[in-house]
């Protein structure tokens, strides 16, 4: 039981990509948050977050003629005389679903085909940043200021939510600050119309309608008005972006109102309920997400693996020690990662990196909630320096290098454009036969030698 969020990245950068149909909090498109919170300022007067508006000087006191309205498209007035069909057929099947016809025709009043939509589901543009630009943006030093502001503002919040669930507030915090700026980009589609409109269309219908069905028992259930339930045009909602399915099995109401609020403007029911969902899916106390280390000379990068887990201690025996050139100390059985290979950042990571990447499966998100929370904890930026002259590989290039890679004989077993564990075990594979640091990182470089 995963959650989608709403935005459906694909932030398939090196080494993962989203599960469509899963019950994280995400369905993402190519929508940059961290890019859009370069715009965002602390106001010094209110600490509250502001958006630094367009100095344009507006005309006062002039009236125009209105235009007179276009007609519609053709096709537009065709797809809503279609649609309306639709719902009359879905409201049966709504119905079955325990949806009183009330609620139903509620939910539906004044719904129209929203071909903006299916504009923006088809054409997402590939995101092919890199893990480190993302890192800039995810960890940037407008997002720590407004992250830290956020935190102080609600500080007795959070210090009730982490006593609550047990969940770091910076973590919770940080999630947050992604999905939605700390509450300033949290959708204004109307959810019906949306999720609606997508299950209208036939390219993902079936998993829209559910999520159709779970928005009308959050309507049903009296927690948000129809018109009030908005979000992202993809589904996701609220202040940490959850998409309905996920909603129902994870929200809570912890301002005790009756009410699971996640669209208003206090946050309150919105952050706990993402700790609500970390913590689920076992959230560890007191452990990190992961620590930047140092690897010895002469590291055999085989062991940088997800599966192998050894001790703190263990690690250290064999040279790998945290930033300070001590042991990191002990806080349960951790895995080496190299997101950029032997020329990146190393990270020791812990069971806390597996619960985050519960919320959004790519490696770079993950990175940027942990590094996130550090920073608002406190802590110093990544040390390590970033191979800055590599460019992400576009999603034709990842699956030429899965060909290629394969054509050789190191098999890659799909050819899917996602570079998972065992695209990275056939790079090592292929370095090792050509002799160069096994170390897995799927480049540009190692392309252009596969060709």
């Known amino acids: 039981m995963r959650i989608l969020t709403a935005i459906t990245v694909a932030i398939c950068m090196a080494q993962g990509a989203l599960a469509e149909g899963t019950k994280r909090p995400i369905l993402r498109p190519a929508f940059d948050v961290p890019a859009v919170q370069a715009a965002l300022v602390i106001s010094p007067t209110t600490s509250r977050l502001a958006v630094e508006r367009s100095l344009r000087p507006r005309l006062r006191g002039v009236v125009r003629e209105a235009a007179p309205a276009e007609p519609a498209p053709v096709d537009l007035i065709v797809s809503n005389a279609r649609f309306q069909a639709w719902i009359k057929g879905f409201r049966p099947r709504a119905l079955a679903k325990g ?38 943006s995810a960890a940037s030093d407008v997002r720590i200021a407004n992250g830290k502001a956020a935190v102080a503002k609600y500080r007795g919040t959070l210090d009730r939510i982490e006593a609550n669930f047990g969940v770091d507030k910076e973590v919770v915090a940080a999630v947050w600050g992604l999905e939605s700026a700390y509450g300033t980009f949290r959708g204004s589609k109307d959810l019906v119309g949306s999720l609606a409109t997508l299950a209208f269309d036939a390219r993902r219908g079936a998993f829209f309608e559910q999520q159709l069905i779970a928005g009308l028992k959050i309507l049903q259930s009296g927690d948000v008005a129809p ?21 129902l099995d994870y929200a809570v109401d912890f301002t005790g109102d009756g009410k699971r609020d996640i669209w208003g403007d ?81 990270f020791m990571i812990f069971k806390n990196f597996s619960v985050i990447e519960r919320y959004n499966t790519a490696d770079a998100y993950v990175i940027g909630v942990g590094h996130l929370s550090d920073r608002l904890k406190g802590q110093p930026a990544i040390r390590s320096g970033w191979p800055r002259g590599d460019r992400a590989l576009k999603f034709a290039e990842r699956k030429e290098m899965q060909r290629l890679l394969t054509a050789k004989g190191f098999d ?14 056939a790079v090592r594979g292929f370095q090792r036969s050509v002799g160069l640091v096994p170390d897995g990182y799927a480049s540009l470089d190692i392309l252009k030698k596969l060709r």
């Open 266 to 346: 206090d946050p309150t029911d919105a952050l706990a309920s993402t700790a609500n969902y970390l913590a689920k899916f076992g959230w560890v106390k007191g452990q990190p997400w992961g620590v930047e280390v140092t690897l010895p000379q002469g590291f055999d990068y085989a062991l940088a693996n997800r599966k192998i887990l050894k001790s703190p201690a263990e690690w250290g025996a064999i040279g790998i020690k945290g930033m300070n050139g001590q042991t990191v100390p002990n806080h349960g059985q951790a895995s080496i990662l190299l997101p950029a290979g032997a020329k990146g950042a190393a």
């Open 412 to 425: 890659t077993k799909k050819i899917d454009g996602k570079i998972g564990p065992l695209t990275i075990e």
């Open 227 to 247: 018109r009030s339930m908005t979000g992202s045009w993809a589904g996701a909602m609220g202040h940490t972006q959850f998409i309905p399915t996920s909603y």
């Open 99 to 136: 949806i009183s016809g009330a609620t139903f025709d509620q939910a539906f009043q004044g719904v129209r085909y929203d071909a903006d939509v299916i504009k923006r589901d088809r054409n997402q543009s590939e995101f092919t940043k890199t893990l480190w630009d993302y890192l800039d």
